[in-house]
C-alpha cells in the first residue's frame, strides 16, 4: 500500500480533505476508527455545522451538497454572538442584501458526513 497523504478521522474535515486530495490526483488514505458502516451511514449527534457560502459551493462542486436533503439544510439569517460578559451587547451579523440568500446555512453534523462519504 501506498499513499501521498494519509488523512487521520473520518469527520467532516477529513473526509473532505482526503476529497480535495484525491481530486488533485494525490493517492489518499482516511483513517477513520469507526466501521464503514457507521461512515456510510453515520447516526445522529445532535451537532449543527455552520456553513459559509464558500464552504457550501466547495460541498457542490464535490457532489456532497446534492446527497443532502434540501428539508435539511437551514438558511442562516442573523448570527448573534455573545461575549459572555454581562452587559455586553452582543455581535449581530445579518445575511448580506448583495443576492445572497442567507448569512450561510446550518447542516446537521451527521448528514454532511454521509454526504461526503457518498
Known amino acids: 500500500m501506498r499513499y501521498d497523504v494519509i488523512v487521520a478521522g473520518g469527520g467532516p474535515v477529513g473526509l473532505a480533505c482526503g476529497i480535495s486530495l484525491a481530486r488533485d490526483g494525490r493517492r489518499v488514505c482516511v483513517i477513520e476508527r469507526s466501521p464503514v458502516s457507521v461512515l456510510a451511514d453515520p ?5 449543527e455545522i455552520a456553513l459559509t457560502h464558500h464552504a457550501a459551493n466547495w460541498l457542490r462542486d464535490a457532489g456532497a ?3 443532502i436533503p434540501a428539508t435539511s ?7 448573534r454572538i455573545e461575549t459572555g ?17 442567507a448569512l450561510g446555512y446550518l447542516v446537521a453534523n451527521h448528514l454532511i458526513r454521509r454526504a461526503l462519504y457518498r
Open 85 to 101: 460578559t454581562a452587559g455586553s451587547p452582543p455581535l449581530l451579523f445579518d445575511a448580506p442584501t448583495d443576492g445572497l440568500d
Open 43 to 47: 447516526p445522529f449527534d445532535g451537532r
Open 65 to 67: 451538497w446534492a446527497e
Open 73 to 79: 439544510i437551514c438558511p442562516m439569517h442573523t448570527a
